[in-house]
């Protein structure tokens, strides 16, 4: 399953600098795309999310970006801080629910 | 903060011996998820239950799997005759009506040997 595609696996950013990471789609029919941080031995916890009638969403110190045209989607964690460093994983629904994820990219965020 | 829990944390199994993975969804919710995650691979999605039956599954998802929701609170995924590569994180994950509300589990670390 390639629909959903983060071809960066890992990221390194300073403690106080912005995290930007990045997740394409292929399938037109998803409506729904949310962001999941993972640590080491628990489950995905629920981030953020944007409907694709949005282009923007903001909680805090994670603003979700859409780019339906592109396919693209993208999260800024401004400031990062060192509790940021987990693996991030950008999924996608259609109407059915059913998630797609992509590969997860590993955030570290340096003192 | 409700949370969906799943039980055992790991789990290890000879080749060819059933288990039972078990997960108490959050109360309120409507829809359930398996999930499993291979290590290095992607997450992915096994199973969706609403409404006591299967709403979706995926070829993964084959005649070795099933789930059942026995008692209106735990809802469990087994595996009849476990192989080698079922070896992986699963993920029990329930939601309400809206993508909004998907919670995931810690997972049960299966290790098939």
């Not at chain 2, 006591?52 to 595996?79: A, C, H, M, Y």
Request: charged residues 20%; glycine residues 6%.
């Amino acid at each position: 399953d390639q629909q959903v595609k983060q071809n960066s696996p890992s990221l390194s950013v300073q403690e106080g600098r912005i995290s930007i990471l990045n997740c394409d789609y292929t399938n037109s029919m998803f409506d729904y795309f949310l962001w999941y941080k993972k640590y080491p031995a628990e489950g995905p916890t629920f981030l953020i999310s944007i409907s694709s009638i949005k282009d923007k969403n903001e909680d805090g110190r994670f603003t979700v970006f859409l780019n339906k045209s592109a396919k693209h989607l993208s999260l800024h964690i401004v400031p990062s801080q060192p509790g940021d460093s987990a693996v991030y994983f950008c999924a996608a629904s259609a109407d059915d629910y059913k998630l797609s994820f992509g590969a997860g990219t590993t955030v570290t965020v340096r003192a | 903060e409700p949370e969906v829990t799943q039980t055992p944390s790991h789990q290890v199994t000879q080749m060819g011996q059933e288990v039972i993975l078990r997960c108490v969804p959050i109360s309120n919710h409507l829809y359930f998820y398996w999930y499993r995650q291979i290590l290095g691979q992607k997450v992915e999605f096994l199973v969706s239950f609403y409404n006591n039956e299967i709403s979706e599954k995926s070829e993964i998802f084959d005649d070795q799997f099933s789930v059942e929701r026995p008692d209106g609170s735990n809802f469990t995924l087994k595996i009849r005759s476990t192989k080698l590569e079922d070896s992986a994180m699963y993920f029990c994950a329930s939601k309400t009506g809206s993508n909004y509300g998907y919670t995931f589990g810690s997972g049960t670390r299966l290790t098939v040997v």
